[in-house]
């Protein structure tokens, strides 16, 4: 066989015969290595260890022995090897010699390497799809969680007021007219919040009225709980861009605002970028300093944290400036990428 080396070993591993093939992987001339032993063909750290008289003692016991390990060449560079050692018997079952078969097998073994490369790369790339997955649901939990607290806060709220009112009115302790100029501001509060929360909902009517509506109802909600004045700012160029992060951000971060900085001005403006969208939610309240935000995470407050993971995950990012005077907290968000057109 043209790609193998034959050659057979005597007792004590000194190489008896020597073909083209072994010439050819081995780079030794027939004369050269025939009389000598054969341990030259091996590591120096396999040699340490013994591993030349092993496989001979394994050969002679079982009859045959595979090993694949790298051999040294001639010229002291070294291959992947796949070697047969065969014993070779007496009449009398007594091993008289060993013929060894060694295949070059750096090219396979190589290839198997890049596979298993490959492999870990992709088990990787699932790992941190699967973290993203999570994190995405946690975001909707939280989202659930917020919705279904605002319900209960504050439209449910009021309409149980007004409940309270009329039965009141029932039992004579307040007169109509009293009543109804009571009840009156209660529901229409409370169409608001609704609306207001079906709007947030909607991902339809985000579509159809917009970026601008959409905020907008997140800010006066926020602005309702944190008692301050808001405005809202979109530019042009950053509607339909990732409205659908954009929102969600903002949400965050206006939420914050309202439980956190006791501002009685808070700024929202969207404006395009390079990268896409450039959210800025500005408040004039007690400022938030780099440490509070790093003692927050350790009490376990991930809001910030994981819009800015959110953010970085999508290629974005979120930075936060905040002194004595307002936190100013500035959020790059890139195209989303489902909605290319
Ligand atoms: N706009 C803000 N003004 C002042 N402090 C803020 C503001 N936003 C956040 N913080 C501070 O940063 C901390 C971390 O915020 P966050 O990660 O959203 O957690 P959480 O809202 O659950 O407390 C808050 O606990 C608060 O102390
Ligand atoms: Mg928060």
């Known amino acids: 066989m043209r790609d193998a080396a034959i050659f057979a070993l005597d007792l004590e591993g000194v190489v008896l015969t020597w073909n083209r093939g072994a010439e050819r992987i081995f780079g030794y001339p027939r004369d050269e290595i025939v009389g000598r032993g054969y341990a030259a063909f091996f590591t120096e750290a396999a040699r340490a ?33 796949e070697v047969i050692t065969t014993a070779l018997l007496n009449d009398d079952g007594t091993t008289r010699a060993f013929s060894n078969r060694v295949r070059d097998v750096s090219e396979r073994r190589h290839a198997e390497e890049q596979l298993s490369k490959r492999a870990a790369e992709v088990a990787q790339l699932a790992d941190e799809r699967a973290r993203l997955v999570l994190q995405l649901l946690d975001a909707e939990q939280r989202e659930r969680r917020r919705v279904s607290q605002a319900l209960h806060d504050d439209a449910l709220q009021n309409l149980i007021a007004a409940f309270d009112e009329i039965a009141e009115a029932e039992h004579g302790d307040a007169t109509h007219e009293e009543a109804c100029r009571r009840i009156a501001p209660l529901l229409e509060r409370s169409i608001d919040q609704l609306r207001d929360t079906a709007l947030e909902l909607h991902p339809l009517l985000l579509e159809r009225k917009g970026l601008l509506v959409a905020l907008d109802a997140i800010a006066r909600g926020a602005a309702g709980l944190g008692g301050f004045r808001v405005s809202v700012r979109v530019d042009p160029g950053a509607a339909s861009v990732n409205d659908r992060m954009v929102l969600s951000v903002a949400r965050e971060l206006l939420v914050n605002a309202a439980k956190h900085s006791k501002a009685s001005r808070v700024s929202v403006v969207a404006q395009e970028s390079p990268q896409g969208v450039s959210l800025t939610i500005s408040d004039d309240g007690v400022g938030m300093s780099a440490q509070r935000r790093e003692d927050a995470l350790g009490e376990g407050h991930i809001g910030l944290a994981s819009v800015a993971e959110r953010l970085s995950a999508i290629g974005g990012e979120l930075s936060l400036s905040g002194g004595e005077r307002g936190t100013v907290a500035t959020a790059t968000i890139p195209v989303d990428p489902s909605t290319d057109e």
């Open 49 to 81: 260890s013994g591993r030349p008289s092993l496989i001979r003692d394994a050969a002679r016991m079982r009859g045959a022995h595979l090993d694949e390990a790298p051999r040294v060449r001639a010229d002291g560079t070294a291959f992947w090897a």
